[in-house]
C-alpha cells in the first residue's frame, strides 16, 4: 500500500531545539501539502510544494518554519527553535495535479511535543 | 477568505442510530472532501465530492454546489464510527489548498 508516508510519527523537542518532519507522498504524486492541528482545532494550510518548487506558502508562519521538497526524496518540514506554541500535529497530503480539482490522500501525521 | 461551518458540533448516538451532518461554504468551491479523524488521529478519506451524490457502505454524502452545502448520512451506526468528521474545501479560483471546517464530534455508545 503505496500512501502517504510521515516520519517520525511521534516528535518530542526541548525549547529551542530543531524539529525535522519528512513526508513521502503517495507513489505518482508530485504535489505535496503541509497541514497544522493544533489541539482541539481544525487544521490548517501551512504551504503547498511541487518538487524544487514552493508554490504557496501563505499560512506558514514568518520566521522559523521551513519547508522543502527535493528532486529526490521526501518533503522536509523543518522547524527552527521550537517553542511551547508549536506542539502539534503535522500532517502532510499529497495529489496527483496541482488543479484544485483533485483529492489530496493525507499521511497518519506526526506529533509533535515541545518541552 | 471562505468559510466553513459545520453543524453540528457535538453528536451523541446510540449504536444502530442515523445521522445527517452539514457543512455550510460561504463561496463556490471546486473541491470537497469529508474526512474521518479516528481517535487515533489518524485522518481518513471518506469522499471527494465536489457535486452529487456518493455512497461507500453505510456512508453516503450528497454536495449541492449551487447551494453551498454538503451532506454526510451515517446509518445503522457503530462504535467505530467514533471521532470527528470534517469537512473541507477547496475555493474556486485558488491553489489546491483545502480550507477545514471545525468538524462535527460523534460519539456513539453501545
Known amino acids: 500500500n503505496a500512501g502517504v508516508m510521515q516520519n517520525p510519527r511521534h516528535l518530542v523537542r526541548r525549547r529551542g531545539q530543531e524539529a525535522r518532519l519528512r513526508c513521502s507522498p503517495m507513489k505518482g504524486h508530485s504535489h505535496v501539502y503541509w497541514y497544522r492541528q493544533l489541539p482541539e482545532e481544525g487544521l490548517k494550510f501551512m504551504v503547498y510544494?511541487?518538487?524544487?518548487?514552493?508554490?504557496?506558502e501563505s499560512g506558514m508562519p514568518k520566521e522559523r518554519f521551513s519547508a522543502e521538497f527535493p528532486k529526490e526524496g521526501p518533503s522536509i518540514l523543518r522547524i527552527q527553535q521550537v517553542v511551547r506554541g508549536d506542539s502539534a500535529a503535522y500532517f502532510c497530503?499529497?495529489?496527483?495535479?496541482?488543479?484544485?480539482?483533485?483529492?489530496?490522500?493525507f499521511g497518519p501525521g506526526t506529533r509533535l511535543t515541545v518541552t | 477568505g471562505i468559510q466553513v461551518e459545520q453543524s453540528p458540533p457535538d453528536l451523541i448516538l446510540q449504536e444502530g442510530a442515523n445521522s445527517t451532518l452539514r457543512c455550510n461554504f460561504s463561496d463556490s468551491v471546486n473541491n470537497l472532501q469529508w474526512f474521518h479523524q479516528n481517535p487515533w488521529g489518524q485522518l481518513i478519506n471518506l469522499f471527494y465530492?465536489?457535486?452529487g451524490t456518493k455512497q461507500n457502505g453505510r456512508l453516503s454524502a450528497t454536495t449541492v454546489a449551487t447551494e453551498r452545502y454538503s451532506l454526510l448520512y451515517i446509518s445503522s451506526s457503530q462504535t467505530t464510527d467514533s471521532g470527528v468528521y470534517f469537512c473541507a474545501v477547496t475555493p474556486s479560483g485558488g491553489y489546491n489548498k483545502l480550507i477545514f471546517g471545525a468538524g462535527t464530534r460523534l460519539a456513539v455508545h453501545p
Open positions: 510544494l511541487q518538487k524544487e518548487n514552493i508554490i504557496d
Open positions: 497530503a499529497s495529489s496527483n495535479s496541482g488543479g484544485n480539482t483533485y483529492e489530496q490522500y
Open positions: 465530492i465536489p457535486s
